[in-house]
């Protein structure tokens, strides 16, 4: 059904050097096939909830020390970042990270790399990104160092669809954009999410325009979920309204 959680975060604890106590029980269940977001404001541990799910918390000395993650009924907290993608669980970290001195397409075709199968598949999915993204297609041979932020971001979301993903973990992807921009990227979203099946789970600081396409959302405060519901009741709730909506 719909409503069938594919991914499960139980009331996990992160710290990172041994000392900083940042996300202090978190709990999450996403909807498989919906869009679901995590807000919160500056430092409240959307990344590094993020992070904890794919699994990257090592290089930055954090880890899990409570709780458990499971994905499609797996525990996959000890796997390695590798084997999270193979599960089928991407993500597209903030800043966009494109590599700069590689053309837009070969951006892309590194996002094929965990791929067992053949080229003309690959080929098949660069054109599907090229249908989902117009603007990369035209740009495809520029150096992806020259292009602008709102194609930074586009390329970064292509190359993480070339891993024919099955959930998209979306760091932050309004950052540094102009609104018309935000509104393109979330249009984006909400059409590979309905046309193809992609599961979103996004961290927004943008609270409206990440309510307004998702289906589900959480509030996070200072390491743990203040408040979560149907996007919709959320949009529509006082508090919300007044702390995070700036309307009252
Ligand atoms: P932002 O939008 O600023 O990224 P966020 O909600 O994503 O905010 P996190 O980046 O998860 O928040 O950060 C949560 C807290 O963890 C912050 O107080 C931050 O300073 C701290 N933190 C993040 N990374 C580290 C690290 N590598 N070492 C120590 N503390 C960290």
New binding site residues.
């Given amino acids: 059904t719909e409503t069938d959680t594919v991914l499960e975060v139980n009331n996990i604890e992160v710290i ?2 041994h000392v ?1 106590l ?1 996300l202090k029980g978190v709990s999450l269940s996403v909807p498989k096939g919906g869009i679901t977001a995590l807000l ?10 993020l992070k904890a799910v794919s699994n990257l918390l090592h290089s ?3 880890e899990v020390t409570k709780g458990n993650i499971r994905y499609n009924g797996e525990r996959i907290q000890d796997l390695g970042p590798e084997e999270v993608v193979k599960r089928g669980v991407i993500q597209v970290m ?1 800043g966009r990270h494109c590599f700069e001195h590689l053309t837009v397409e070969e951006n892309l075709l590194t996002g094929a790399y965990t791929r067992g199968d053949g080229r003309g598949a690959v080929s098949a999915d660069l054109e599907m990104v090229y249908d989902y993204f117009p603007r990369l297609k035209e740009r495809r041979g520029s150096q992806a160092g020259y292009t602008s932020g709102g194609e930074q971001q586009m390329v970064a979301i292509g190359r993480a669809l070339m891993s024919r993903p099955e959930t998209i973990l979306l760091d ?1 992807p309004s950052m540094g954009l102009a609104p018309q921009l935000v509104e393109q990227i979330f249009g984006i979203v909400k059409r590979l999410n309905e046309e193809q099946g992609v599961t979103f789970l996004l ?1 927004e ?1 943008n609270t409206n325009v990440a309510l307004r396409f998702a289906h589900k959302g959480y509030i ?1 405060e200072n ?1 743990r979920v203040v408040m979560d519901g149907p996007a919709k009741d959320l949009l529509e709730n006082p508090d919300v309204k007044e702390f995070y909506l700036g309307v009252s």
């Fill in positions: 990172y050097n900083i940042v919160g404001g500056n430092g409240a541990g959307k990344t590094t909830t930055e000395r954090g903030e932050e961290a600081q996070l390491g």
